[in-house]
């Protein structure tokens, strides 16, 4: 069989289709920096551990230095620089930005993308490790400081921001359960 | 990085071709083990077959009353799976103690069963290492120890198997399915794992070239009163010092049935028969589950610097026992 060591992959980001050549090593997170040009993912500890490469995937909050840019193809990316609607920041960057949920601000993308990622998960009804009663009759876990902080353990922040962290989480949480419920209404 | 031919598996026939009988080829699910390992060097494949696409995403009810979990559903489906939840709780409780949130999003279950330990000297490339690099040895034995096996090593190798799904899954009798050249073929979990001896890099029992394609569930009904506690370093994202899943049917002050099994304590996930031979029939007390973890941790064999695991268990045994007791009670 004919073997090669790198493909043509179209990587889909933030709405936007870039068909670039790949060596198979690449990781979507090299891609993003270092190809495209989108340097908001940022590259912590490259092992997975950190959280900082933090980007959503099909939806989903991944560490993208563990997804190999070859294994993206045609996948929906969001990455930090695409959660804004135009001008109006996304509820967990404002949350962030008002109660001060960072100091150096490293962390700081992958911490948002990560916080949307908990929140959509939070509200499909998923358990955490802190949820008491993981079965489905029990009443869904409300989003207390504990179930925040054991959803986002993932995320490490070397400043220690971890308080107003917290804190920006719920009150997006809170404010998209409103605008949920309002246009439910 | 070595440099490595990358395909896409449309079907589960075609990845197996695809790898065919390549020892330099590998399969990739979420990457969250492999990818890592190959950053340092420890994997080398010269081919990795993409199966995160395959039609091996569902969770469906089997004929008996059990359920089949595809082998590329992620943590994250499985952990969130109402029949999971409902039926196996300690599955979903075990699958949300591991990893991080973005990792429980990638990863997938039969990768989760094949990933590697974290041994210290297995992931460091200076180090000799049994299962890394046979006839090398185990500075383990010697060294850096105090998270490594108590029950079931060896002189060659005294690492952990990091799973906490495979703990839950072990305690329920799971079987894993798999596809070979040859055609489709089953293991029970209990027979997965390969002993330690003296060929630590023998790890399994599939076949060469083999793709898990998924793990069945038989119906369990004690699973549906069952608990996994997880002890580590941190509060979370950490793997387990010690761990245990147990299930616990009680009527009328007395044991009807119990699942134990046990994680971070061996090469592979720990189904603790013993343990459960002592608790059917036995008062559902503390002096019996006591008993139990006693007659489980007898066989121990700790090294200098992790004999505290042996006093964890038994008192990690008895608190979740205890626990599923008081449940049954109220």
Known sequence: ?185 | MREFDYRRADDVPGAVALLGADPEARYLGGGTNLVDLMKTGVERPARLVDVRALPLNRIEPTDDGGLRIGATVTNSDLAAHSGIRHRYPALTQAVLAGASGQLRNMATVGGNLLQRTRCGYFTDLTQPCNKRAPGSGCPAVRGEHHNHAVLGASDHCVAVHPSDMGVALTAFDAVVSYETADGPGELPLAGFYLPVGDTPHRETALPPGALITGVTLPPVPVAARSRYRKVRERASYAFAIGSVAAALDVSGGVVRDARLAFGAVASRPWRAHAAERVLTGAPATAEYFAAAADAELAAARPLPDNGYKVTLMRNLVVAVLSELAEEAAR
Not at chain 1, 87 to 95: E, I, N, W, Y
Not at chain 1, 97 to 108: E, S, V
Not at chain 1, 118 to 139: C, F, K, L, M
């Open chain 1, 1 to 185: 069989m004919a073997s090669s060591t790198s493909s043509s992959v179209t990587l889909n980001i933030n709405g936007e289709k870039h068909t670039l050549s790949v060596d198979h090593r690449t990781t979507l997170l090299d891609a993003l920096r270092e190809r495209l040009d989108l340097t908001g993912t940022k590259k912590g500890c490259d092992q997975g551990q950190c959280g900082a490469c933090t980007v959503l995937v099909d939806g989903r909050r991944t560490v993208s230095c563990l997804q190999l840019a070859v294994a993206s193809d045609e996948r929906e990316i969001t990455t930090v620089e695409g959660v804004a609607e135009g001008d109006r920041l996304h509820p967990v960057q404002q949350a962030f930005l008002d109660l001060d949920g960072f100091q150096c601000g490293y962390c700081t993308p992958g911490q948002i993308c990560s916080a949307i990622g908990v929140i959509e998960e939070h509200a499909a009804g998923w358990p955490s490790a802190v949820t008491e009663d993981v079965r489905p009759e029990a009443a869904p876990p409300p989003l207390t400081p504990e179930e925040i902080k054991e959803r986002m353990s993932g995320n490490l922040c070397r400043c220690g921001a971890y308080v107003q962290i917290a804190e920006a989480v719920a009150r997006a949480a809170a404010e998209t359960r409103t605008e949920t419920e309002e246009a439910a209404a």
